[in-house]
Each structure stands twice: as C-alpha cells, then as structure tokens.
C-alpha cells in the first residue's frame, strides 16, 4: 500500500514542497528512506520505530520504503519524520479504524420497516446523544416500499463520545425494532 503525505523542505531561506511516499509491502522486515536524504534524514527511521512504539502501537512487520521526492534536491534535518510517521500509520489498516472511531461524524445506510418510523428513530437518536446533520432518502428504492436512507449522525454526548465506538452505537441503533438493517457507510 502506498501512502503520500506532501511537506516542505529548507534549502537555505527559501522552501520547497517534498512529497514522502510510504510503501509497506510484503517480504523480509526492512526499512529504507530513499530520495537523497543526509545522515539525520536516514537515521528518521530509529526515530520513526521509536515514536510509533511509544503511541503504543504496533510497528508494522513489513518492508517500508520511504521515497522522498524530488530526489534531485538534498534533504537534511529531521523535518521529515513527522511525514514519514504519518505516511507510516496511514498505511496501516488498524490505525485507520482507529482514527475513525475517534471521529465525531460518521454516516449510515439505514432500511427502515417503513417510513413512518423516521420519527421515533430521529427522536431516539436524539435521546442518545447523537445530532443528525443530514438525511437523504435513497432514490434508487422509490416506489418499491422500501424506506432506504443515508443518514450523517454526530455524536454530541461526552459520555457516548468516551466510551463508544461507531460500531457500538450502530449495534445498539440495530436493536430497534423497526430498524431492518443499518450500516456504517465506508
């Protein structure tokens, strides 16, 4: 999987914009940084495993290769570990549901029993703490009574913003008996 995260580099007073392409792939566990970097933008790769393991998570068992281009411009100091940090833990999939989860918005496609249930589940939501941004009843089942909506939800309450995570929130909205399927949309 390829990840790129733009950042700027210094050469003298003046900038210029350096693109960090992360690449974690399968094979023998190494770590690369290409792209003419110095001795301090190699050495990122101690700093980057230790950083990640200090977050308390889990150092991908992979080889990465970090591409830091263009690669006809030398690149020195250390201001190239926050990107490769990030393009690091945006190429792991845990990190992702991670950040989700942590996320206040998230949407769902819901399949009412039928449309005048749209009210008690507005209502309940509301109850739980969760603020409906939007709904959009789904054009492709019109007529065939159906009542399909995609619906942005934001989790208002501090409690529910604490302690639960999207796939807890949708498992308990499922539950309602006049919910026929719900589902996070990706």
């Known amino acids: 999987m390829v990840t790129t995260v733009r950042s700027l580099g210094l050469q ?6 350096v693109t960090v392409e992360c690449f974690l792939s399968g094979g023998l566990p190494a770590f ?3 792209g003419l970097g110095d001795t301090a933008v190699k050495e990122a ?3 980057v495993r230790a950083a990640i393991k200090n977050c308390g998570a889990k150092f991908p068992v992979s080889r990465i290769t970090v591409n830091l281009a263009p690669a006809r411009v030398r690149k ?3 201001v190239y570990d926050l990107p490769i940090l990030l393009g690091i833990l945006a190429g792991l999939p845990s990190f992702e549901t991670y950040l989700k989860n942590r ?3 998230f949407e769902v496609h819901m399949e009412l029993k039928s449309s005048a249930y749209l009210r008690d589940f507005v209502t309940v939501s509301r109850r739980l703490g969760l603020r409906i941004d939007d709904i959009e009843a789904n054009q492709a089942y019109a007529g065939s009574g159906l009542s399909v909506y995609s619906i942005c939800l934001t989790i208002c309450s ?3 913003k604490k302690y639960k995570t999207h796939v807890e ?3 308990a909205l499922s539950s309602l008996d006049y919910i026929y399927h719900i589902e996070e949309m990706h």
């Not at 003298?12 to 914009?17: C, D, K, L, P, V």
Request: proline share 4%; glycine share 12%.
């Open 158 to 160: 501090p409690e529910l």
């Open 76 to 78: 020195e100091g250390t």
């Open 32 to 34: 690369d940084v290409v």
């Open 12 to 17: 003298g007073i003046s900038g210029y914009e």
């Open 103 to 105: 996320s206040n918005h």
């Open 169 to 171: 929130i949708i498992q």
């Open 45 to 47: 790769r101690e700093r």
